[in-house]
């Protein structure tokens, strides 16, 4: 009898450590928009996986391989720094593209493992919506991260470019109407 309850003992701490000792959990944003134009229209606007000029935090984009897999991309951000992106998928008929960080330094977007998926929808008002979700670890792969390398930085960061290149984006296309 003793030695069960001295084994039970060994497993409950043993569980007790190994649930504690999680790393970080994948996190997901996203955001989407309405927008007073056709699908055609605003696709027009983001299709080219070489110009995301119509995110404000990007001052500039150089890109090569145009929109076929495997195609690259360096965003040169207006505060400072770079991030290198690849198209993973591109479907004109669907109007969507799915791509990923391949390098970035955490202190200019603290994820890591990003990935993403942009997709121009009709909506039920006869405009378009556009869906911009993206999947990610927080910067700091290991147990207790400072404040701005945990899931919250993470998630605040990614959410406020996804709002702000949306945003933009219904600005720049209802503007042409």
Request: a positive charge.
């Amino acid at each position: 009898m003793k030695k069960t309850l001295f084994v039970f003992a060994v497993l409950a701490f043993a569980w007790t450590g190994l649930a504690n000792a999680h790393g970080p959990s994948r996190q997901k944003v996203t955001e989407s928009i309405d927008i007073d134009a056709k699908p055609e229209v605003v696709w027009e606007h983001i299709k080219d996986f070489g110009n995301f000029n119509w995110v404000p935090v990007i001052a500039n984009t150089a890109a090569e391989g145009d929109n076929q897999k495997g195609a690259t991309r360096v965003l040169t951000l207006k505060e400072g720094g770079t991030i290198k992106e690849e198209l993973k998928k591109y479907d004109a008929a669907k109007m969507t593209y799915q791509y990923r960080i391949t390098e970035v330094d955490v202190k200019v977007l603290p994820v890591s493992n990003y990935s993403a998926t942009i997709s121009v929808l009709p909506n039920q008002a006869g405009g378009t919506k556009v869906e911009w979700n993206g999947a990610f670890y927080r910067g700091y792969p290991n147990n207790n991260p400072p404040p701005e390398l945990n899931e919250e930085a993470a998630i605040k960061a990614v959410t406020t470019i996804y709002k702000e290149g949306l945003a933009n984006l219904k600005s720049m296309v209802e503007a042409k109407r």
